[in-house]
């Protein structure tokens, strides 16, 4: 979609104007196009800054090694160097004084990271360190991941941090993968946990991660759900698209273009759990990755919302989730290392004038995932949400300006992510090496400063 102050200063005849009149110039932001290659981080640099007693750094190496990187300590980058990936390894954190290592070894390198650089913090989780004040000097690593996300967004630079149990460093691999690659181009801000608590698919791979797994995608015929459909297929998955009966012309076309299975569904219709689960059982025999997008608004103040408002939103966003949920996991439906994933919303963390029935629901998303989640870990599943901030999607282009402007500019890296960003999330916590990161909420909104 059009963005207007990208198009003024990016043309010579009126990039001048854009710069007299003081506007924001974004950053253009880089994206892949292509599936994850194994050789991820080939002809990159990446710093990697340590602490005493820190648990993550030899994973780290080999998954930076593996992936092509060139790896220096960060006294030992030459004056000119500019590394694209930072990874800071903080799991050593234990007092306050420790955090004197954070300034001297970052202090004089984040101005020298490149456009369009990934920092990535790993730090331990507070429940679990060892002290009281460990557990407070871990805590402040978010403070400071999304300061430093702040002062680096325009320059296309996104800021993340993982908290990472002491048995679970050899999780790392896809985590540093997705957060360090172009993968990441639009989520910043974010600290996710990983765990070792859920049961690990075994071999992980570097490449067309999902090959040989079945994908139901919900509301696949356009936004978002259609580019998660495209980014699923292009890492290998056999796609089904489903969406109303209404969009099936749509859907038609997107399914035949990705040679996807279509299925002309209403989610929320009484009878569309049991029809699911007869589709899934005499076609595919069982889902391997289940992401739920399908979702509507139907936006009004509570003071002036008619009962249906509600209702329909209660049902499509959250009540059918749910009994699609329970009756794919009774009917075993879904397989063993499984990954659901539910499109949550920026909505549903920070609230949103007018969207009372809306963010009830997004926000229960972000509740069912945290508990869902650690009940199926024994059987491999996880479960996570993604709440995306300003996607430039149809929905948003047909916003009036004022409201669209502000929406697309409040946030680090001022401007709105692409449907793909949210895809490339999806991508992420849909593949196998993506075990320890379960019951997480992740919100894919260049860092936003609405609800951060
Ligand atoms: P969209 O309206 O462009 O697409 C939603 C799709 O879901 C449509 O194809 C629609 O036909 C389908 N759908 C709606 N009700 C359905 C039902 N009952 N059964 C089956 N399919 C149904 O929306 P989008 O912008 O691509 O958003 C996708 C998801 O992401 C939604 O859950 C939305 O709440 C969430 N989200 C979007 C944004 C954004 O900026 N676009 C921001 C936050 C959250």
């Not at 391997?288 to 499509?316: C, S, Y």
Request: proline share 5%; hydrophobic share 40%.
């Amino acid at each position: 979609m059009s963005d207007l102050l990208k198009q003024l200063n990016s043309n010579p005849l009126t990039g001048w104007l854009a710069k007299t009149l003081g506007l924001p110039n974004p950053v253009t932001l880089l994206r892949e196009e292509g599936a994850y290659t194994a050789e991820l981080f080939q002809g990159k640099t990446a710093v990697l800054a340590t602490s005493s007693g820190g648990y993550v750094q030899e994973s780290v190496r080999t998954t930076l090694e593996q992936a092509g990187a060139t790896i220096k300590l960060t006294g030992e980058l030459g004056e000119a160097q500019r590394p694209e990936i930072l990874v800071v390894d903080a799991t050593g954190l234990q007092s306050v004084e420790d955090y004197t290592l954070i300034y001297e070894q970052l202090q004089p390198l984040v101005r020298r990271i490149a456009v369009n650089g990934r920092v990535l913090m790993l730090a331990p989780p507070p429940e679990q360190a060892e002290s009281v004040v460990a557990s407070g000097v871990a805590r402040g690593l978010e403070g400071f991941s999304r300061s430093l996300g702040k002062e680096l967004g325009p320059r296309g630079i996104t800021v993340n941090l993982a908290y990472v149990a002491p048995d679970a460093a050899d999780r790392l691999d896809m985590v540093l993968r997705f957060f360090c690659g172009p993968q990441t181009a639009y989520v910043s801000g974010q600290t996710i946990t990983v765990t070792a608590k859920t049961r690990t698919p075994g071999v992980l791979p570097r490449e067309q991660l999902l090959a040989g797994k079945v994908a139901l995608v919900t509301g696949a015929a356009r936004g978002i759900g259609l580019a998660t459909a495209r980014r699923l297929h292009q890492e290998g998955a056999t796609v089904i698209g489903l969406d109303i009966p209404a969009a099936d012309e749509e859907l038609q076309r997107v399914c035949k273009d990705l040679g996807a299975t279509p299925l002309a569904l209403d989610i929320s219709a009484s009878d569309a759990p049991q029809r699911l689960v007869k589709f899934i059982q005499e076609n595919f025999g069982g889902l391997d990755i289940l992401v739920h997008n399908a979702g509507i608004t139907r936006d009004k103040t509570l003071g002036k919302m008619p009962e249906h408002f509600w209702q329909q939103v209660m049902q499509v966003n959250l009540a059918a989730i749910i009994a699609i949920d329970e009756a794919l996991l009774n009917a075993q439906l879904i397989r063993d290392c499984g990954r659901l994933v539910y499109l949550s919303s920026m909505s549903g963390v920070a609230g949103n004038f007018g969207q009372t029935n809306y963010a009830t629901t997004k926000a229960a998303l972000i509740g069912y995932v945290a508990a869902l989640g650690s009940t199926l870990s024994e059987r491999g599943i996880c479960a996570n949400a993604v709440a995306p901030g300003f996607i430039e999607t149809a929905m948003t282009d047909a916003m009036p300006f004022f409201t669209r402007e502000a929406g697309r500019r409040l946030n680090s890296l001022k401007q709105g992510g692409q449907p793909r960003d949210v895809a490339e999330l999806i991508g992420f916590l849909s593949s196998p090496g993506a075990v320890g990161v379960n019951g997480n909420t992740i919100r894919v909104c260049g860092q936003g400063l609405i609800g951060a």
